[in-house]
């Protein structure tokens, strides 16, 4: 008999989920790990910050662990054609941020930001008896890697990919009226309406692609049945509302001063194409920093790693194995 209740003391099959969105998600998932190769196992973690964390983990269980944290509207199974470059050795754990993937979706409506981005963070490493893992966060997920290593020292190395949260309060467009309540409402609703897997691949090619010719079609059904899990969208959408004021992105987006003296070994992997920010914003932010690293890929957008080619993987294994 299913319950809203998973168990955390095992891997997961789509049959286990209670929703049958929730079903149709999971079977996209496990389609698109079986498209990549990878033999990653789907679980759960039940946390009093956020609710149920569902998380992806593959990889040698001794292996070095790496943690992998996605962008603002991107779940973690977008990482799952970067684990084959990183499985043979590490220890990866792809969390789903609430509000995305198989995670809870609570509000985002009067938190405190800068705890609630990483205290369910904090409690995943704890049970998976993680210390320090190499962190790689991308967008949003590089600002929750940057919180994990300024206030709790939970970083041992630290790539960013793709323009990282905390360097610029500069934001583009769409996610400057995505701060204002009621605009961003009438934003998502625009923004669903038609085909699922053909709003997944304009959206991708609005903000993260350059070339999408390395995406398969179980890429974007999974997009769409995400789209499709109940509560995600408003979320998501508090989500967006908690991060600026109408248009200005909330002063935790610029953590410059801060990561000027962080002295973890880290890397940034950026393309010159990045919706967000230009290359030259990242490398001034590395300039400064003690012990940092900037690449930048001619051609690549926002989610390196999803462009044609290996060279986003590549630079993130050389770095992971240094």
């Known amino acids: 008999m299913r319950t809203d209740v998973l168990p955390d003391d095992r891997p997961l099959s789509p049959d286990d989920w209670p929703d049958p969105a929730e079903q149709r998600y999971a079977e996209r998932q496990a389609r698109l790990a079986d498209r990549y190769d990878v033999d ?17 983990a593959a990889g040698e269980p001794d292996g070095e662990p790496v943690l992998l944290l996605h962008g603002v509207s991107l779940p973690a199974a977008t990482w799952l054609p970067l684990l084959p470059h990183l499985t043979d050795e590490y220890r990866v754990y792809a969390p789903d941020r609430p509000g995305l993937g198989l995670s809870a979706a609570p509000s985002y409506r009067d938190r405190d930001l800068r705890s609630f981005l990483v205290t369910y963070l904090l409690d995943l490493l704890d049970d998976r008896g993680v210390d320090s893992p190499h962190v790689v966060g991308n967008s949003h997920g590089g600002l929750q890697a940057f919180l994990l290593a300024l206030d709790h020292d939970r970083v041992d190395r630290l790539a960013l990919v793709g323009a990282p949260g905390g360097v610029s309060r500069d934001l583009p467009l769409l996610f400057r009226l995505l701060t204002v309540r009621g605009v961003n409402r009438a934003l998502f609703w ?17 903000v993260n692609v350059v070339d999408d010719g390395a995406l398969p079609e179980a890429f974007y059904e999974l997009l769409a049945a995400g789209a499709r899990l109940p509560g995600r969208e408003a979320s998501q959408r508090s989500l967006a509302t908690a991060q600026g004021s109408f248009g200005r992105a909330h002063p935790l987006f610029d953590l410059r001063d801060e990561l000027y003296g962080l002295d973890r070994p880290t890397r940034f992997v950026w393309g010159t194409e990045d919706s967000f920010w230009p290359p030259a914003v990242g490398r001034q932010v590395a300039e400064r920093m003690p012990d940092a690293g900037f690449h930048e890929l001619p051609g690549h957008g926002h989610t390196p790693w999803l462009e044609p080619g290996d060279e986003a993987a590549a630079l993130v294994r050389l770095f992971l194995d240094e």
Do not use: C, F
């Not at 910050?49 to 992806?56: K, P, V």
């Not at 625009?190 to 609005?206: K, Y």
């Open 190 to 206: 625009l923004l669903s309406r038609g085909d699922p897997v053909e709003n997944a691949r304009q959206s991708m090619a609005r």
């Open 40 to 56: 990653a196992e789907s679980r759960v973690l039940h946390t009093d910050a956020a609710g149920r964390i569902h998380y992806l």
